[in-house]
């Protein structure tokens, strides 16, 4: 009899607390179910709702990334002035990553890395910007 009620997983109720030696899925105190099962359904329940806005999130960033990366209108090109810094031309591009970076070596010992962006409204064309110490030095819309 002592062997047998070893064998038993103990378990706590978390109704009433009280622990017994039983394979019941419910208590023998208070009759209520032990409550592993819920547990278990609440945490699916998190992992889904979890997964579900991570889905949403990469979702958007994918569409984001396929609808329009690297691209801007001609029309934001055209209001990028040069002089400004590389951090406000890519503020004024609403913060899309150019579609490709060169660096191409400019006069002197100078390197200048331009950023190109496709046109959306102009197919085949980009706008091209280069940057030198910092700064844009060329704005220009190339084919
Ligand atoms: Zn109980």
């Known amino acids: 009899m002592e062997s047998e009620s070893t064998q038993l997983p103990l378990k706590v109720c978390p109704h009433c607390s009280v622990a017994s030696r039983t394979d019941e899925d419910t208590c023998p105190s208070c009759g209520k179910p032990y409550?592993?099962?819920?547990?278990?359904?609440?945490?699916?329940?998190?992992?889904?709702?979890?997964?579900?806005?991570?889905?949403?999130?990469?979702?958007?960033?994918?569409?984001?990334?396929?609808?329009?990366?690297?691209?801007?209108?001609?029309?934001?090109?055209?209001?990028?002035k040069t002089g400004i810094s590389e951090s406000e031309l890519r503020d004024q591009v609403g913060g899309e990553d150019p579609s490709y970076e060169k660096t191409l070596p400019g006069p002197g010992d100078a390197k200048r890395t331009c950023l190109y962006y496709a046109i959306s409204d102009r197919e085949g064309s980009l706008w091209q910007f280069c940057v030198a110490d910092g700064k844009v030095v060329t704005a220009d819309a190339v084919k």
């Open 35 to 80: 409550a592993r099962t819920r547990n278990w359904r609440w945490w699916i329940a998190i992992a889904i709702i979890v997964a579900a806005f991570g889905l949403g999130y990469g979702g958007r960033k994918l569409i984001q990334g396929s609808d329009e990366s690297g691209e801007i209108s001609f029309a934001q090109g055209k209001a990028v």
